[in-house]
């Protein structure tokens, strides 16, 4: 069932912008093809022509040795190949076997009329879902109520009910846990033995060393190689990426530790926040680990009071305060880079210079109005320092790479000038060279004698960046480890296991939906 | 005002002043104003009656209670809600104000305070169910359009109130510098309420929650302070409108102000505030205030019957809003 797929000389062109210029592409059957690059360098738009969503101003597209030219995503579809986005695109109202065979449902012969056989649809989706070795999700439950990890196992199986031998994957580890991480990787290595082709996509490089068999980089909207992963190295990749030499992605400055600004005391609010207690220092960069539904974001979230506590102490310079919403934290000096920019962070039908003062409207007055001028200098300010590529702080958010987004939250942060500061998820889906970046911010802002609490779910990011671990489990702080003694695998038991860790959980801990991730 | 500056970019290598008329032209008060004066040419030939001051003047009065409602509609539509209460709190100022005077034997200074006191609490309700409860605000001023409507049912059983003294007309049927005395509040508070809007934190947090409410809240802006003094505010002017309208009519009635959400909520959309929050400006829904007024009386001097006018006003608010949509895809206004 295996499928060969050639591209050639591929242009794209969009208003302003060549979005791929003379680019090239070729996977075998049976192979993972990573496909590499910053943000804006093409990956959305190759996968776009190839999934037919896009047709490319010029080249050739050969499945199969035969031309082809995809005018719709079902014309590519019915040739089988599909496309699992980042954004997942599931009826979260709809159960799984009908998410599975939703447009294509087996039918059945009631007298004269043709109807949808739902009892046929459950079976076979069963029957895919254990053919990938998944046994553990019901059919007929509503994909709403599923896990992240769950739903692109549905979204796999949908593809797999369409026959797909060509699997592009956009991302799909960015919302897992590691353990879901560990089960798509099973079903990818499951898919390649049974000759289905995937297109991988990811920031995460060591995921490509884990699975990928070539890897092609592109850069700019230019094809720069194609490589046999076992022939290439990180450091490889990541030049061939950025175009440049990257010696240290986690450029972490030594500083000096002073002391405690913020100190939480046995802080609740439930049900994600169990009796939380920690300190943070000034120029201390504490990372805080866990998995997803560990309570990471809710902990940040109260302290910045968003959702208030129902207990415990907050205490800022050692004075306790009382934080009822995000203004009164704002007043304690702490700012908060929340999870998701687009939803949380960005107003982004606004422009840069509006989402940059957003956190300093009052400061910046002048009598009862905003004070332009100083507002355009703000945002020019932040442009500069944080290295924003736009054209003017007039330029509306939405137009930026996610980089560059992420970079416009960073700034509005900083223009409060924060002396605590949270960032969670710091450099989720942004490309490496902005990543790094955000790194060196941070680490100069400790240096400079922030206090920075780092949430983050990649452990290479919080066994470089930090100064103290601290890993939360259903809701409460269960380990805590210095830089010296942090192993990845240390971390990761103590965010796994009941027994790991200093302080075990109660045994009413409970995480969130247990038989979803087991 | 924000869509005069984005259209601005498009153009930033022309001549700086050139592009600027340009902008102001091509955003969406800019047409609409295009659109208001050749409705007025054509109007004008129709009838000698339409185009003299008097006339204008005469209509610029009859809309002033719309207009100062539409004022804290346009905020509250920016926000991505609706106050659909206005027309019944409005109503019930009014018959509050004439039975405290006429039944409960107040001062009528007094009552006349009641009215907007009234008001503004109506409104206050309003809000607080939409902030503390979280009932959405279409819910929770459809609940009180009724509420609001029967208690004034209640409280008037039926009768009016007339026979106000003299001075009580000043406002709402004399002139003041040559102008309708009402005019002046709806000027003044257009004026107060543009500049809060385009300029101060509060309008910038305004403009924020539509497009993002929890970013908004995320990026410390008082989101529930803000839409409780919006919705309060919306109560206020529907007082104050109670009683500039009393005042020109010189009698109180029950069902008075039944439907008149609508026309302000009319010329909010028309005025092109964006139904689905975010933008909007003070400007456009004045115009727009203006325009389906103007509509109105030159049909109807024009010797338009009654049933054509109501048509032909729909199909010119339709025209209106699809040629502006034209007009700010082509120069990627938006």
């Known amino acids: 069932m295996g499928a060969t797929l050639e591209l050639e000389g591929i242009n794209k062109q969009f208003p302003g912008v060549k979005a791929l210029d003379n680019v090239r592409f070729d996977m075998a059957a049976g192979e993972v093809h990573a496909l590499l690059g910053e943000n804006g360098a093409g990956k959305s738009t190759l996968i776009k022509i190839i999934s037919g969503v896009y047709r490319p101003d010029g080249g050739t597209i050969r499945l199969d040795g035969e031309t082809v030219l995809f005018n719709t995503p079902r014309e590519a579809q019915q040739r089988g190949i599909a496309t699992i986005y980042q954004e997942l695109s599931l009826y979260p109202e ?43 999700l019901d059919v007929r439950r509503k994909v709403g109520t599923l896990t992240v990890g769950n739903r692109q196992r549905v979204e796999i199986a949908k593809a797999l009910s369409l026959n797909a031998r060509i699997l592009i994957m956009d991302e799909p580890t960015a919302a897992l846990t590691e353990a879901d991480v560990e089960q798509l990787f099973s079903i990818v290595r499951l898919l390649r033995e049974r000759g289905v082709g995937i297109i991988y996509i990811s920031h995460r490089l060591h995921e490509v060393f884990e699975l990928a068999d070539r890897v092609t980089v592109l850069r700019d909207g230019q094809y720069v190689g194609t490589k046999l992963v076992s022939e290439t190295s990180e450091n490889d990749l990541v030049s061939m990426m950025v175009g ?18 913020l100190e939480v005391r046995n802080l609740y609010r439930r049900p994600m926040t169990r009796g939380v207690s920690f300190q943070l220092r000034a120029g201390e960069i504490v990372g805080l680990a866990g998995l997803v539904g560990a309570g990471r974001s809710e902990v940040a979230q109260v302290i910045f009071g968003i959702n208030p506590a129902e207990s415990g102490e907050i205490l800022i310079d050692g004075q ?198 087991a | 005002m924000a869509v005069t500056e984005r259209s601005s970019q498009l153009t930033k290598q022309s001549n700086p002043i050139v592009s600027r008329l340009r902008a102001v032209v091509l955003s969406k008060e800019g047409i609409l104003f295009l659109i208001m004066i050749a409705a007025m040419f054509i109007l004008s030939l129709l009838t000698d009656k339409f185009l003299t001051t008097n006339n204008l003047l005469n209509q610029l009065r009859l809309v002033t209670e719309i207009g100062l409602m539409a004022l804290p509609m346009t905020f509250i539509i920016i926000t991505g809600g609706i106050d659909l209460s206005v027309g019944s709190i409005f109503g019930l100022s009014a018959i509050v104000m004439g039975f405290l005077w006429q039944d409960s034997g107040w001062p009528l200074e007094l009552a006349i305070i009641m009215c907007i006191v009234v008001g503004t609490i109506a409104g206050f309700i309003n809000g607080l169910f939409i902030v503390r409860v979280g009932v959405p605000p279409l819910i929770m001023t459809l609940a009180t359009l009724a509420l609001y409507r029967g208690m004034a049912l209640g409280v008037s059983e039926a009768r009016s109130a007339r026979g106000f003294p003299d001075w009580f007309f000043d406002l709402g049927q004399r002139q003041f510098l040559g102008i309708p005395s009402q005019l002046w509040i709806l000027l003044i508070a257009a004026i107060m309420v ?61 069902d008075m102000g039944t439907g008149l959400e609508l026309d302000v909520i009319a010329a909010v959309v028309l005025g092109g505030t964006s139904i689905n929050g975010g933008s909007g400006s003070i400007v456009g829904t004045m115009i727009g205030l203006i325009l389906i007024q103007l509509l109105k009386n030159g049909l109807l001097l024009g010797g338009v019957k009654g049933d054509a006018t109501i048509v032909i006003i729909g199909a010119i608010l339709i025209l209106a809003i699809l040629i502006n949509n034209l007009v700010q895809r082509r120069t990627g206004g938006d």
């Open chain 1, 320 to 517: 306790p305060v009382t934080i009822k919403h995000p203004g009164q934290a704002m007043n304690h000096g702490i700012a908060y880079v929340p999870e998701d920019r687009g939803t949380q962070g960005l107003v982004r039908q606004m422009r840069i210079r509006e989402n940059v003062s957003m956190s300093v409207l009052r400061a910046i007055r002048a009598g009862i109005f905003i004070n332009r001028r100083e507002e355009r200098s703000l945002a020019t300010g932040m442009i500069k320092q944080l290295n924003i590529r736009a054209y003017s702080a007039e330029q509306v958010v939405n137009k930026l790479s996610g980089g560059n987004q992420q970079k416009v939250v960073v700034g509005k942060w900083l223009a409060s000038k924060p002396r605590i500061l949270i960032m969670d998820e710091p450099t989720r889906g942004i490309d490496v060279g902005a990543k790094a970046e955000i790194h060196r911010l941070m680490s100069e802002l400790a240096k400079e004698g922030l206090a920075v609490l780092m949430i983050s779910s990649e452990l290479p990011e919080i066994l470089g960046m930090s100064d103290r671990i601290l890993v939360m489990r259903g809701g409460q702080v269960v380990a805590e480890y210095s830089r010296a003694e942090a192993t990845q695998e240390r971390i990761a038991a103590a965010m796994m296991s009941e027994t790991a860790g200093n302080g075990a959980p109660e045994s009413e801990t409970v995480m969130i939906d247990e038989s979803e991730t």
């Open chain 2, 194 to 254: 543009g500049i809060i809007l385009a300029r101060t934190p509060f309008g910038r947090g305004i403009y924020a929650m539509g497009n993002n409410e929890l970013a908004a809240r995320f990026s410390g802006i008082p989101v529930r302070l803000y839409k409780l003094v919006i919705y309060t505010f919306s109560g206020f002017m529907a007082g104050l409108a109670g009683y500039i309208f009393t005042s020109r009519i010189s009698t109180t009635r029950a």
């Open chain 1, 94 to 136: 709809l159960t799984v076997a009908e998410n599975i065979f939703m447009g294509h449902a087996p039918r059945r012969k009631v007298g004269p009329v043709d109807v949808l056989d739902w009892k046929a649809a459950n079976t076979k989706a069963q029957e895919i879902l254990t053919s990938l070795h998944i046994h553990t």
């Open chain 1, 244 to 261: 440049r030499t990257i010696d240290n992605l986690f450029p972490k400055l030594d500083t000096e530790i002073g002391k405690p600004v």
